[in-house]
Each structure stands twice: as C-alpha cells, then as structure tokens.
C-alpha cells in the first residue's frame, strides 16, 4: 500500500515499511497472474505476498526492503543491474504497488527519471514545463512564480517558445532537470541522470541539489557513477538480488556497492575466486590478507600497509618460480601488476612442502574501494605455468572519507605531491 501524509518539520519524508515485490518471468503466466489478483482484489480476496508464496515463474524483484528517509536527506540508492533499486524507485513514485509491505509519504514527489522523455515534441518549451508541473501536482500560481527561474537554470530562454522537437538531445535534458528541480517537490527522486550537460551545468546540478538539501527537500539519487555521490549525498543504501545489505554512511556503502560488481563476495568470504586446476603440482593453496602485525584483516585505511601472504604447496620439486600478482578493483579494472621476479626474489619448493610468499604494501596509497588479487605461479619461463587463481586476497580501504568537490582528494591512489606559488 502507498499512503500520504501531512507533513511537518524535521520529519520522516517516506517510510518504506517491509516492503516486497514480485514480478514474473513468462508474459503469458504474468498476465494470467495478473488477471487472478485483479479478481481477487475485486472480491476483497486480495493478501499480501511474500517469497513464501511463490507461483512457477515468479521471482522477488525487492525483499523486506525497509528504510525511512527524513527531511533534508540526501540518500544515494546503489547496486548492480537487477538489484532491484529501478523497482523500488517505481514503487516510491506511485508506477507500480508493493505485494507486500506499505510506502508512506508525506509532501509531494517528483522524479527525474529519463529526462526528456515526457515532453510533447508539437508544444513548445513553456508549454511542457506548464504540463510537467501540473503533472507533479504544483498549481498554476506556483508554476507562474517560478517559471523565470526554470528557464533562467536551463539557460533555454532563447527558444523557450519553440517546439520541443527543434531541442537537441542535451537541450531537452536540461529542461527536464530543471523542471524537477526548481519546482520544489518534498521528495525528489534522480534515476541515472547524473551526466546532464557539459561540466559546467553538471556542476551547477550539483550545487542546485545541495541547496535544496539545505533548504529541507529529500532526495534518493539512483545512479552507478559512485564518484559524483559525495558531491551531494551523505548517506547510502545499496540494493542486491532485491535485498538491502547496506543502509549507513555513503563511504561503506560504496565499497559494499563495489564488491557486489566484482568477484569478491562481503568481507571474510573468499567463495567466489575461481582457480584453474594445476597440472603440474605446483599450485596456490591459499591467500590471507593481514595487517602490519600480522593479523587477519580486511579493512584498511589509505597510509596503513596491506600485507598479502600466499602459500605455495608443491607435490614435487620446482624451482625459480615466479609469482605474479596483478591487483584489481571491479569497478576500475587492473590498478597494477607486479611480480617476484621483478625484484629478483628467487623461490622454489621441495616435494611434498609449501612456501609462503609475502607481498608488502607499505604505507598503502590505495583510496576508498573494494580490491582483489589475480595470481598466476609460473616456471622459470613465461611457458612454464603452473597455476592461476582469481578474485582472491580481497580487502577494503575504507577511510578516510574523499572529496569530489575540487577540494580535496579524489580517484583510485593518493599520489604524494607538493603544491607551490613562485
């Protein structure tokens, strides 16, 4: 169910309370299903559904999802493709009904979601900004108030009056940005449209959006460029196989959104690295990631080491063998690659033994994210390969927070360096 309410000061803007739903994969099956709930409802035989009562076909798009945004929250809504973030965002807006659990909101909605796509291509500029207000509930006094400012932000003044099918593609979003943003909706909800315009109108979203924070609205911001969300929210929710697994501080939930698209699974469970069997009996048996003191650890911050020790077991003797590790993020691909024999660090193993090679970190420059390790044993030679293991050694820098903002760090490494005015 989707209620309103009144709204007051510093109060809960939307209350999403246990909230599931449910889709089905066969479009036949799903218009059947949706003909026997319909009838259901009808005669007041309608209940709520849960992954209990699954039919043959159906799926949970959203599980028990239940959260609470107030006033003046910026909450960035995070998680890979299917995750269900769209599905909820549909639900929050009124598109479509929970199966189960209730959405409340209090104030108005209004949603950015496609920016553009709404507009009548025949009528002009002025004319759609008129319709899209209507649409999000604002009255015609209200629309007449701030229309100037509208346009002014769009920076569309110039063609304004003309049809909406003589805009470029980027002219059409900006009036679709602007339209959601300056006509003040209580709760504001942003689908991937982050990237509007050049650089120096994103910037202007930017800072419009945190004004609006300040000034008391709400918003989630649906996106998967995780580095423009510092710039604007404070705290994140990340969404997987229909599920919260994080609701808290945007910088964990960043690295948790991060880990979701890559082959670490959460902290401490390395079930998802694949390893090529070996053929030789030279292999990788396992990885541990520990601190400085040499303590399992998988959280780190930027300046502490980050020590990786892998242990080699050998079913027979081998010698000059060569460990390569290549590092990687799931979100930015291989940061670097290194080896043992390119500092000269000669190994090898007796039969029936195993070796333990420690790969040092100091003072990591790594910054927040999630991070792996790809690691292949080789021979002597490039040819002589022995075994291959990936997604494992996984670990966190999850501090300090970055800026985004021109004013701080920002990226993948803090890079030592000096700033000078002659």
Known sequence: MIHSATSNEDEIVLDVDHVWKIYCRNLKRSMR???QDLSREIFGKGRDRTQSDLRPGEFCAVKDAHFQVRSGECVGMLGPNGAGKSSMLKMINGLIKPDSGSITIRGSVGAMIELGTGFNPVLSGRENIYINGSILGISKSEIDAKFEKVVEFAELGHVIDSPIMTYSTGMKMRLGFSIGANLRPKLLLIDEVLAVGDVGFRMKCFAHLRKLVEEGVSIILVTHA??????????SIVFH??????????????????????ASDRVGNQGNSQAQASTTGVSIASVEVVDEHGNANKEFETGQDVVIKVEVKADRAAEDLNLVAALWSPVHGRIASMSTASQHVQFGAVKDSTVTVTLRFEKVALLLGAYHFNLSLYGPVSTDFHHRVSGIGNFRIVGPPTCSLGRGIDGILKIDHQWKID
């Open 33 to 35: 299903y949706g003909v």
């Open 241 to 262: 196989h229909g599920s919260i697994i994080h609701d808290g501080d945007l910088e964990t939930g960043c690295v948790v959104y991060e880990e979701t698209m890559g």
């Open 226 to 235: 995780v580095s423009m969300l510092n710039r604007v929210a404070t705290r």
